[in-house]
């Protein structure tokens, strides 16, 4: 089978120094860019971090500091990569939770704006929890029928973006119309379709700070559009306006946004909070 696309598909994966957002940094990005002629386009770049690698990542992914030295800068390769990147979706595993927003991260440590939000995000391993509640090895054995360690070395970004690639297809193949009788189990061959079931939150920034929630009325009430569902409204999901609407904490209590700005959250939640921001500027 393959890909239904209407524009390019990163499907990519990510090895860094640790797992916080603010403090740690990409050492390797491996990507499939799938072009929706078919065409597979394969790079795997090693990422200097600026920092020491911990030794347990070493153990973990065989990559050290003699590895990533003379390798470039996240912030050297930044603008090549946006270019690589603009205008297409993209697909990993656990990219939702963790690879789209370190991704992000990095590119405004860099100063580019990209726009995750125009994008299609496929989490591969959402779809096989759904489905089938297990690991990327477990996959790889289902979808694939062959062990991952017969095929793959573990824990390097480029080798587990190969298998998350061929459980994506995988995935597709077992759970199409064709071969799948019962509808609720039933994958469509489509990015929109197959990035709403990836979805798992209603996260406004990838930190989960600004969520959705319904909009409600001075009583209460829910408010809901044309189409007779509630229309939803950006949260704070924290702290002392926790459930409170973003846009209006920002009005009456602007002080709020100055504190959150010079504090230690993540860069895209400062960038979503400042969308916002501009954007109840511009209606008045």
């Known amino acids: 089978m393959r890909l239904n696309l209407n524009k390019p598909?990163?499907?990519?994966?990510l090895e860094t120094t640790g797992l916080d957002l603010v403090k740690d940094r990409i050492i390797q990005l491996s990507y499939i860019k799938v072009s929706p002629d078919g065409q597979e386009k394969r790079v795997n770049l090693?990422?200097?971090p600026g920092?020491?690698?911990?030794?347990?990542v070493t153990a973990l992914t065989g990559?050290?500091?003699?590895?990533?030295?003379?390798?470039?800068?996240?912030?050297?390769?930044?603008?090549?990569?946006?270019?690589?990147?603009r205008g297409c979706d993209f697909a990993g595993f656990n990219s939702n939770h963790f690879d789209i927003p370190m991704l992000a991260e990095e590119f405004l440590r860099a100063g580019i704006d990209f726009d995750f939000s125009k994008c299609h995000l496929i989490d591969a391993q959402t779809i096989f929890h759904k489905m089938e509640r297990r690991n990327l090895a477990a996959a790889y054995k289902f979808y694939c029928g062959r062990a991952m360690e017969d095929?793959?070395?573990?824990?390097?970004?480029?080798?587990?973006?190969?298998?998350?690639?061929r459980v994506l297809m995988g995935e597709l193949d077992k759970y199409s119309p064709e071969t799948e009788p019962d509808p609720e189990r039933q994958l469509q061959n489509d990015v929109a379709f197959l990035a709403d079931f990836s979805r798992q939150n209603?996260?406004?920034?990838?930190?989960?700070?600004?969520?959705?929630?319904?909009m409600?009325?001075?009583?209460?009430n829910v408010v809901t559009g044309p189409d007779g569902k509630p229309r939803q409204v950006e949260v704070f999901n924290f702290?002392?306006?926790?459930?409170?609407?973003?846009?209006?904490?920002?009005?009456?209590d602007p002080g709020y946004y100055s504190w959150i700005l010079s504090g230690d959250f993540t860069y895209n939640t400062k960038q979503v909070l400042t969308r916002i921001r501009l954007r109840e500027s511009k209606l008045g």
């Open 202 to 214: 209603n996260n406004v920034d990838f930190a989960g700070r600004v969520v959705w929630a319904d």
């Open 239 to 252: 702290g002392k306006h926790k459930g409170e609407p973003v846009a209006q904490v920002l009005r009456y």
């Open 46 to 48: 090693i990422v200097n």
């Open 216 to 220: 409600k009325d001075a009583q209460g």
């Open 9 to 13: 598909l990163v499907v990519f994966d």
């Open 51 to 56: 920092k020491p690698i911990p030794a347990e």
């Open 63 to 85: 990559i050290s500091d003699a590895d990533v030295a003379g390798k470039p800068l996240f912030k050297e390769i930044a603008a090549r990569l946006c270019e690589e990147f």
């Open 151 to 165: 095929d793959f070395e573990a824990h390097r970004a480029d080798q587990d973006t190969e298998a998350t690639y």
